[in-house]
């Protein structure tokens, strides 16, 4: 099996890899992704808030009402003619307006907080808001440097792809398919040499079986990183 070929086409494709991992590793598309999620996070937000404000907005209308009702009775009990009521009557007209003044002032109290809790849903609301402005403006400038560079280096990436399509034409077929199955730029070189009677990809020791039938096809999965180890002349 002729290796040689295929061990320049990695060398060539090396190049590759290198720019992509140039661009994969770029600050901007970091900056640019995370973004991203803030605006996401943002938005999920501000649909919590959506829903969180009519709940508080169910429950102030529901004191109010109650608020009112209470004025109604005490609006009610004011206008009575209490000439004609004995002792008792009036006790007891006495402690019904008690009760529902204190329902009022408990009333009061309850509706101011629902207030204050509107207010600091639509101060987070505003937070909220601007937070997502602000992600959208980063994730906008940031992606724009990333393409910038990303279109510095395709046409030097495309240069070597054109080289590497040519040099495909002098390898082993079966070789090639086995290296495109393999290539990404974390797996990458996937042809290594045997160093010593290890892998030259992550250094495990083979065994002699395993020796003997790398020199018998040329090539040998390693069965720890999956690389191919070949034998150097
Ligand atoms: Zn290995």
Do not use: W
């Not at 495990?204 to 390693?222: D, F, R």
Request: hydrophobic share 35%.
């Amino acid at each position: 099996m002729d290796i040689k070929k295929i061990l320049e086409y990695q060398d060539k494709d090396k190049k590759v890899i290198n720019l992509e991992r140039k661009l994969s590793s770029s600050e901007d598309l970091k900056i640019y992704q995370s973004m991203l999620n803030v605006a996401k996070d943002a938005q999920a937000r501000s649909a919590n808030l959506d829903k969180n404000a009519e709940d508080v907005i169910n429950e102030y209308n529901s004191l109010k009402k109650a608020f009112e009702d209470n004025q109604n009775i005490l609006d009610n009990l004011e206008k009575r003619d209490l000439k004609n009521l004995d002792e008792k009557a009036i006790q007891e007209i006495k402690e019904i307006t008690n009760k529902v003044v204190s329902n009022l002032n408990y009333l009061e109290k309850k509706i101011m907080a629902q207030a204050d809790s509107v207010k600091k849903i639509l101060d987070e609301f505003d937070n909220t808001k601007k937070r997502y402005g602000v992600a959208k403006a980063k994730h906008a400038d940031h992606k724009q440097k990333y393409e910038l560079e990303k279109q510095k280096l395709e046409p030097e990436i495309q240069k070597i792809q054109a080289e590497l399509k040519e040099l495909e034409k002098g390898i082993d077929k079966e070789l090639l398919t086995r290296y495109k199955a393999k290539r990404t730029d974390k797996f990458f070189p996937i042809f290594v040499p045997l160093r010593g009677a290890s892998c030259g990809g992550c250094m495990m020791e083979l065994s002699k079986a395993q020796i003997e039938k790398l020199k018998k096809n040329g090539i040998l999965e390693c069965e720890n990183c999956r690389r191919y180890i070949y034998l150097e002349d």
